[in-house]
């Protein structure tokens, strides 16, 4: 099992004909992604390493059965697509795009409000089922198929290194995916975490956070109140000078709100197991889930 995609999503990329389209779609699709169609206004017609590009996503699903996209478009053009998409009435949207300005993204907010499309991102490196299905720019290889953790981050490099971290353990992951950092996105942790409790096959989740915002002190309380699985929490950012942001747009810690050292404490007072050092997350996962799994 997996939350959210799997071996039989079908994708289809807006972007597709551009340079980092082009060479994510097919990084997706020697993957396994079953990679069914790739979207450019005006490009109908043309074909992107045999995937067959159509002029709106509403006809890309129309002929090819898609449920899910890739966004990998450049920011001022982003939001359009995330709508276009969800207009499409598609499951999934994954978008990759970083630099996308914040009043863009409320409207896309605004525009999705009751609507039935799930977006992750943006500002992501996407979402990864080991061994079915990748949609996204992480590196597939240091993947490990057959759980049973499950792998929710702010970061998108510090996603790979845990995930390396748990491949070279003997841990492997059911799902794992970035959500993004930018003030305003799609899925947030509790989302993840929420799917997480209800897939049988996750048996244990880690939680890769950082500073700025209070999503991480909202999803450790959610922990607490709901799961009855172990979680392992790192927070990036524990040497950031406050004020100053650090990579994502929403690690910021103002008015002494978002720092570390809250989000820390709050993760230890709803029982999450707390690694402060990057190095050591993958012998501490190893240590606490083979006790509970």
């Not at 020697?30 to 790739?38: L, P, Q």
Request: proline residues 6%.
């Amino acid at each position: 099992m997996a939350i959210f995609v799997n071996k039989d999503t079908r994708v289809l990329v807006q972007g597709i004909t551009g340079k980092e389209g082009r060479f994510h779609a097919g990084q997706c699709s020697e993957y396994g992604t079953n990679i069914v169609a790739g979207v450019t206004p005006g490009k109908a017609g043309q074909n992107v390493n045999t995937i067959p590009v159509f002029n709106s996503v509403a006809d890309a699903k129309r002929k090819t059965s898609a449920n899910a996209s890739m966004i990998v478009v450049p920011p001022p053009f982003a939001a359009e697509a995330i709508l276009e998409a969800v207009d499409a009435e598609l499951d999934l949207v994954v978008c990759i795009t970083e630099g996308i300005p914040v009043m863009d993204m409320l409207r896309v907010k605004i525009g999705m409000k009751g609507r039935h499309t799930r977006l992750i991102g943006p500002n992501c490196p996407g979402i990864i089922t080991p061994g079915e299905c990748k949609i996204g720019i992480m590196p597939g290889p240091i993947h490990m198929p057959g759980g049973p953790v499950g792998v929710v981050s702010r970061s998108g490099t510090l996603t790979y290194e845990v995930v390396h971290q748990l491949t070279k353990q003997g841990l492997g992951q059911t799902t794992c995916l970035g959500i993004g950092g930018d003030p305003i996105n799609g899925t947030d942790f509790i989302d993840c975490l929420s799917a997480f409790q209800e897939d049988p096959e996750t048996k244990a989740v880690v939680m890769v956070g950082e500073i700025g915002g209070s999503a991480e002190e909202e999803a450790a309380a959610w922990i607490a109140a709901n799961m009855n699985k172990p979680v392992v929490g790192f927070i990036a950012g524990l040497t950031a000078p406050p004020g100053r942001r650090m990579g994502h747009a929403g690690a910021i810690v103002s008015g002494g709100k978002g720092t570390a050292e809250a989000k820390l404490t709050a993760m230890r007072e709803n029982g999450i197991h707390v690694c402060e050092s990057l190095g050591s997350l993958g012998e501490l996962c190893k240590e606490v889930f083979t006790e509970r799994i």
